[in-house]
């Protein structure tokens, strides 16, 4: 709403002066930043209450924060180096008695290790076994076996069984098929065709889980070393064979999950003769017994020329990856004997 300008004109200058004059004043009291400010002089000063404690009274005032400030200021390298090594302390004093355990725990294994009554070499014999070898036709000599019956005594009875041929199948005229640098190995008898069926009429089993049972009680008793230079063992599982592949298969009008084996596992007919000391096959073979005499016979076998292993090269990694058949039957023929080794007798003596 507009005044009127001729009001504004008919008044004294004195007044028009002392308008123009409050009106700045107030301007000026607005846009000062201490009015904005609230203003404590109006506020009741805060009284103590009686119950309070007058411990609190005596805390550090105001003015000796920046003294504290003054001591403590670091520099974030000087922070950073610090707090490192206060955490390397803490750790350290948590895990203090540690490497003493783990070195009282590392002198436990050595003396088991040292003990001769962990590697299972000391067994009592019960038994005593012969295998008469010939190679390409020429007979190089024998090996007696001595038989732990009463550490393993269904793996020595089944071994026993095989060379005595009370099992219905004996291991005469039955080859060995893998040579290595440590050992040697019988490809034992096979448990379908006829050895299954000669086997089966005098009620013999060729299946290996008992033998699975006994080589875990072994393995828990015997932690140490067990298949020793000159032992003689049973293969009763293979680590590397890999787990069941699962496929559909139609019964009945209905669509059903079926496992199939990849890899036969051993029937526990197999048996290994070490000539070195050989962990490895800790994990696949159930020690029952050890050689007697003829061990220059055994290392005769070792030196016949075998299958040179190419498990190497890309071409045969490659075909075993896509799963190839061609890749699974040349590994099976990898360390295998040019010459024909072959067991010509065996029995048991008396």
């Known amino acids: 709403m507009l005044r009127n300008p001729r009001r504004r ?5 004195k007044h028009r002066d002392i308008h123009y004059r409050e009106k700045k004043k107030k301007t000026k009291m607005l846009q000062s930043p201490k009015f904005l400010q609230p203003s404590t002089q109006f506020l009741p000063s805060p009284t103590p209450s009686p119950l309070a404690n007058p411990q609190v009274q ?5 003015q000796s924060y920046p003294k504290l400030k003054k001591c403590c200021k670091l520099s974030r390298r000087e922070l950073t180096i610090r707090t490192n090594s206060l955490l390397l302390f803490l750790l350290g004093f948590q895990s203090g008695a540690e490497p003493f355990r783990l070195s009282e725990a590392k002198a436990e294994e050595n003396e088991k290790d ?9 067994k009592s014999l019960t038994k005593r076994t012969f295998l008469d070898i010939s190679i390409d036709g020429e007979p190089v000599g024998r090996i007696v076996i001595g038989m732990y019956g009463n550490d393993t005594p269904l793996g020595a009875t089944r071994l026993a069984n095989l060379v005595s041929g009370s099992a219905g199948i004996s291991y005469r005229r039955k ?3 893998k040579i290595m640098p440590g050992y040697v190995q019988h490809g034992g008898v096979r448990s379908y065709g006829v050895d299954a069926e000669m086997a089966n009429r ?6 290996a889980e008992n033998l699975l049972d006994e080589w875990e009680r072994a393995k828990e008793k015997c932690p140490g070393t067990k298949n020793l230079a000159g032992t003689v063992s049973l293969v009763v599982r293979d680590p590397s064979r890999p787990p069941p592949k699962q496929k559909l298969v139609a019964r009945g009008g209905k669509l059903e999950i079926d496992e199939e084996e990849v890899k036969a596992a051993p029937n526990g007919t197999e ?18 017994g050890k050689v007697l005499e ?45 010459s024909k080794v072959v067991v010509k007798n065996c029995g048991l003596l008396e």
């Open 9 to 13: 004109k008919n008044q004294p200058e």
């Open 58 to 62: 005596e805390l550090p005032t105001s």
């Open 175 to 177: 080859e060995f098929v």
């Open 271 to 288: 048996f290994i003769i070490t000539m070195k000391d050989s962990p490895e096959l800790d994990d696949s073979a159930l020690v029952v």
């Open 114 to 122: 040292t003990n001769p009554a962990s590697t299972c070499g000391d």
């Open 202 to 207: 005098t009620g013999s089993n060729l299946e």
């Open 294 to 338: 003829g061990m220059e016979v055994v290392e005769k076998i070792g030196k016949v020329k075998t299958v040179q292993e190419n498990t190497s090269s890309p071409y045969f990694k490659v075909a075993k990856l896509i799963g190839d058949k061609r890749a699974v039957v040349a590994e099976r023929g990898f360390n295998r004997p040019y």
